[in-house]
């Protein structure tokens, strides 16, 4: 019998590693639903770079943050965890179990240990940080990130520059790093939390990271980022698959270059999640290849008191 408190699985684990397939399995299972916790699947403008789930996936099981909001609305972490909560109370009035599923590890560490309060920010460091970029450009402040938060610098995408400058502002403001307004005590939540997390040998990662792109590049991923091409200024917008193509469209790189950045990105993106994972000990490891039938019977057992 399940437990009488109600359980979020969170799958977790590396961009490419099979998530998708594995959450749905589970929530099948359980006659669940899945909360996608990957902060580039928000975006309705965004679908083929981002490895939405195809329509078939998607009417498998209920979905749900899937590309629910708009290139054009700001939507941080903060936001997430408050409209996630919400939606999880609702949800578990029907279901004694819930997948949430994703590689943003930020994300699904707000919905599960909570955050602080982030300061106020002056608009002058905002400003000065802003005239910085145009001066000097990302890599000084990638390494300013690096010096004052080597925690969150390891999971963030760097190369987007409004999130660097959105940890060096709050680092300015505060004196203290952003990664030190995660909570370091979870708060209470009205229900249990299980990690299960999908792992493989970093060849193999990489090398489904290399056909996924091919993949997407087939799919359309290039008539994709054309049609976004005018808003690349959005910081939904600053992440691997479009940020190379923009280059390519301004005639900076190749179209060969860029296909091969958005791999060589991706990749490194794999990397910073599995250091950001490794980092929680509370992760039940399987490699991708395990029968969905095991975990089931792993959550069964976990989630009965």
Same mark, same amino acid.
């Given at each position: 019998? @399940?437990?009488?408190?109600? %359980?979020?699985?969170?799958?977790? *684990?590396?961009?490419? &590693?099979?998530?998708?397939?594995?959450?749905?399995?589970?929530?099948?299972?359980?006659?669940?639903?899945?909360?996608?916790?990957?902060?580039?699947?928000?975006?309705?403008?965004?679908?083929?770079?981002?490895?939405?789930?195809?329509?078939?996936?998607?009417?498998?099981?209920?979905?749900?943050?899937?590309?629910?909001?708009?290139?054009? !609305?700001?939507?941080?972490? *903060?936001?997430?965890?408050?409209?996630?909560?919400?939606?999880?109370?609702?949800? /578990?009035?029907?279901?004694?179990?819930?997948?949430?599923?994703?590689?943003?590890?930020?994300?699904?560490?707000?919905?599960?240990?909570?955050?602080?309060?982030?300061?106020?920010?002056?608009?002058?460091?905002?400003?000065?940080?802003?005239?910085?970029?145009?001066?000097? *450009?990302?890599?000084? @402040?990638?390494?300013? %990130?690096?010096?004052?938060?080597?925690?969150?610098?390891?999971?963030?995408?760097?190369?987007?520059?409004?999130?660097?400058?959105?940890?060096?502002? &709050?680092?300015?403001?505060?004196?203290?790093?952003?990664?030190?307004?995660?909570?370091?005590?979870?708060?209470?939540?009205?229900?249990?939390?299980?990690?299960?997390?999908?792992?493989?040998?970093?060849?193999?990662?990489?090398?489904?990271?290399?056909?996924?792109?091919?993949?997407?590049?087939?799919?359309?991923? &290039?008539? !994709?980022?054309?049609?976004?091409?005018?808003?690349?200024?959005?910081?939904?917008?600053?992440?691997?698959?479009?940020?190379?193509?923009?280059?390519? /469209?301004?005639?900076?790189?190749?179209?060969?270059?860029?296909?091969?950045?958005?791999?060589?990105?991706?990749?490194? /993106?794999?990397?910073?999640?599995?250091?950001?994972?490794?980092?929680?000990?509370?992760?039940?490891?399987? !490699?991708?290849?395990?029968?969905?039938?095991?975990?089931?019977? /792993?959550?069964? !057992?976990? *989630?009965?008191?």
């Amino acid at each position: 019998m @399940l437990a009488k408190i109600p %359980l979020l699985v969170c799958l977790v *684990g590396p961009t490419a &590693i099979g998530k998708t397939t594995m959450a749905i399995a589970i929530a099948r299972a359980f006659s669940s639903a899945i909360i996608s916790a990957d902060s580039r699947q928000f975006f309705k403008e965004m679908t083929i770079g981002t490895a939405v789930p195809s329509v078939d996936e998607l009417a498998s099981v209920p979905h749900y943050f899937i590309q629910n909001k708009s290139i054009f !609305e700001a939507y941080n972490v *903060g936001d997430f965890e408050r409209e996630a909560l919400d939606t999880l109370s609702q949800l /578990f009035k029907e279901h004694s179990v819930l997948v949430m599923a994703g590689g943003s590890g930020l994300y699904v560490d707000a919905v599960v240990k909570g955050l602080d309060n982030f300061p106020e920010v002056p608009v002058e460091i905002r400003d000065q940080l802003n005239k910085e970029f145009k001066e000097e *450009g990302i890599s000084a @402040l990638q390494t300013a %990130l690096k010096k004052a938060d080597p925690l969150y610098y390891e999971q963030v995408d760097i190369h987007n520059q409004h999130r660097v400058i959105r940890a060096l502002e &709050i680092y300015r403001a505060s004196g203290k790093p952003f990664s030190s307004f995660l909570r370091k005590e979870q708060p209470e939540r009205p229900f249990n939390t299980l990690y299960v997390g999908l792992s493989a040998e970093r060849s193999i990662i990489y090398d489904r990271i290399n056909m996924r792109v091919d993949e997407m590049i087939h799919a359309g991923l &290039i008539e !994709e980022a054309k049609a976004l091409y005018e808003y690349k200024e959005l910081n939904a917008l600053q992440t691997v698959g479009y940020r190379e193509l923009f280059l390519y /469209f301004d005639g900076k790189i190749s179209k060969e270059t860029a296909i091969e950045e958005i791999k060589k990105n991706t990749r490194r /993106f794999a990397k910073r999640q599995g250091t950001w994972f490794r980092k929680n000990e509370n992760i039940h490891w399987f !490699e991708h290849t395990v029968d969905p039938k095991e975990i089931i019977h /792993f959550i069964k !057992e976990k *989630g009965t008191l």
